[in-house]
T-cell receptor
């Protein structure tokens, strides 16, 4: 069974600095999708960035980028120029590429942004 | 577009009571999901419906039933609520197939069982 592990329960970053959130996963599949979701205090789950396992190029969305290391089964999220609005829970998630639509989530990392 | 809507937003039940959580989406998505989120844990899949007329168990289905009423609506029922079912419940929807199929989430229902 696939598992997703986020080993950092909480991280803190100074406004305008850069922070990296870690995620590792376990799977025997060769093709799959990986996601980072943001959950602000409003509880709304918001997709931040996504990566296809067969693509070697790391995904980037504005200030958000990933470091995808397939062999190491690692998928970290880097937030550059951190803003107060980035404060939230961040969840890493995995999904198989076949018709099984189920997302498997990690336990989350709470990001605090210091002004 | 409202996206994914859930009712109610908050609910308090006594042990043994029943209730139904409602979910609707207006994105014409084929697939719908129910997750629960407990403190210190990520979302865990309770049930999902890959398409209208089908439902399947997820990771934590015990104590729940679901109904895919039509393409838009997917309800979650607790027949006899237990304190262990105190949680935040999220509904989500997505397209079907083998593409990205981004899941769009509702705002959640906070349920407390006393």
């Amino acid at each position: 069974a696939q598992t997703v592990t986020q080993s950092q329960p909480e991280m803190s970053v100074q406004e305008a600095e850069t922070v990296t959130l870690s995620c590792t996963y376990d799977t025997s599949e060769s093709d799959y999708y990986l996601f980072w979701y943001k959950q602000p205090p409003s509880r709304q789950m918001i997709l931040v960035i996504r990566q296809e396992a067969y693509k070697q190029q790391n995904a980037t969305e504005n200030r958000f980028s990933v470091n995808f290391q397939k062999a190491a089964k690692s998928f970290s999220l880097k937030i550059s120029d951190s803003q107060l609005g980035d404060a939230a829970m961040y969840f890493c998630a995995y999904r198989r590429m076949d018709s099984s639509y189920k997302l498997i989530f990690g336990s989350g990392t709470r990001l605090l942004v210091r002004p | 577009n409202a996206g994914v809507t859930q009712t109610p937003k908050f609910q308090v039940l006594k042990t043994g009571q029943s209730m139904t959580l409602q979910c609707a989406q207006d994105m014409n998505h084929n697939s719908m999901y129910w997750y629960r989120q407990d403190p210190g844990m990520g979302l865990r899949l309770i049930y999902y419906s890959a398409s209208e007329g089908t439902t399947d168990k997820g990771e934590v289905p015990n104590g729940y039933n679901v109904s895919r009423l039509n393409k838009r609506e997917f309800s979650l029922r607790l027949e006899s609520a237990a304190p262990s079912q105190t949680s935040v419940y999220f509904c989500a929807s997505s397209e079907a197939g083998t593409g990205w199929n981004e899941q769009f989430f509702g705002p959640g229902t906070r349920l407390t069982v006393l």
